[in-house]
């Protein structure tokens, strides 16, 4: 998969990029990171690519003309098509399933905003899909960005091991059963009894069936105590945005 990233912060990436799972995937080829400056595309002569909103009030808006030229410029460096992605709080709340969505793209471009957010023609030009990451508001897309390639690149085969797989984590759609979302159940290792708690004694005993039914249990009995509104989540994978 190739990932694109715009940004006007682009000192941020590398350091995540470079590591754990993300950068291993990177080493063996699974993904290729771009890392792309928007200011690089700013035509006038201080570099500048926000301006003051119309209409008065604080902040600056990201002009048009400099996200655009990057958004097409890059795209232009690969003959794949892009699947856009524009971070933004006002976008569809992210899921698993739109991950697992995106993780079978070829390749996505990640466009990360700042101060007040773009200048909402951009928006409609562009046609991006637009995702949050949370009900909260962070100084800029960079992070969301790094979220969403984290929460992707784990899920293309080879960037896992084999001793961790993504498929029995919390609300992956291989976990839903009967239309049901699942959290993951509880795990535990050695030693057998520490400070007087003990394992479960089911997954000491070597009986598969039983542990796998012990599991499936403690996922919905989590499910149930933690997350009710899961109950209400789609199973099926998302269809392709608009
Ligand atoms: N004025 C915008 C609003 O209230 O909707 C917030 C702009 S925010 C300070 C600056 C940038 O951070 C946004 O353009 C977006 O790229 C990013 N951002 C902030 N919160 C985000 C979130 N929850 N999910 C994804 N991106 C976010």
Redesign the pocket.
């Known amino acids: 998969m190739r990932i694109d990233l715009l940004t006007l912060f682009p000192e941020m990436f590398p350091p995540v990029l470079a590591s754990s799972i993300v950068g291993r995937a990177a080493d063996a080829g699974i993904a290729d990171y771009h890392v792309h400056d928007i200011r690089q595309y700013a035509q006038n002569k201080h570099a500048k690519v926000d301006d003051r909103p119309f209409g008065g009030g604080p902040?600056m808006v990201?002009m048009c003309q400099p996200v655009y030229d990057a958004v097409l410029s890059v795209e232009a460096l690969d003959a794949r098509p892009a699947t856009r992605i524009?971070?933004?709080?006002?976008?569809e709340p992210?899921r698993q399933k739109r991950v697992e969505w995106l993780a079978t793209q070829e390749r996505l471009l990640f466009?990360?905003?700042?101060?007040?957010?773009?200048d909402e023609r951009v928006l409609e030009e562009l046609n991006p899909l637009e995702?949050?990451?949370?009900?909260?508001?962070?100084?800029?897309?960079?992070?969301?960005?790094l979220v969403i390639v984290d929460a992707v690149v784990r899920l293309l085969p080879g960037a896992l091991g084999h001793e961790q797989s993504a498929a029995e984590d919390s609300f992956s759609t291989a976990t839903t059963k009967g239309g049901q979302t699942l959290l993951d159940c509880p795990h535990y290792t050695r030693p057998r009894e520490w400070r007087g708690r003990e394992v479960p004694e089911v997954l000491l005993s070597g009986d598969h069936a039983a542990i796998a039914a012990w599991r499936d249990e403690e996922r919905r009995k989590r499910t149930r105590e933690r997350r009710p509104d899961l109950a209400s989540h789609p199973a099926s994978p998302l269809a392709p945005p608009d």
């Not at 466009?111 to 773009?118: K, L, R, T």
């Not at 995702?131 to 960005?145: C, F, K, N, P, R």
């Open positions: 902040g990201l524009v971070l933004t709080p006002q976008g992210l466009i990360a905003g700042h101060y007040e957010g773009f995702l949050s990451i949370g009900d909260y508001v962070l100084s800029g897309g960079e992070l969301a960005a």
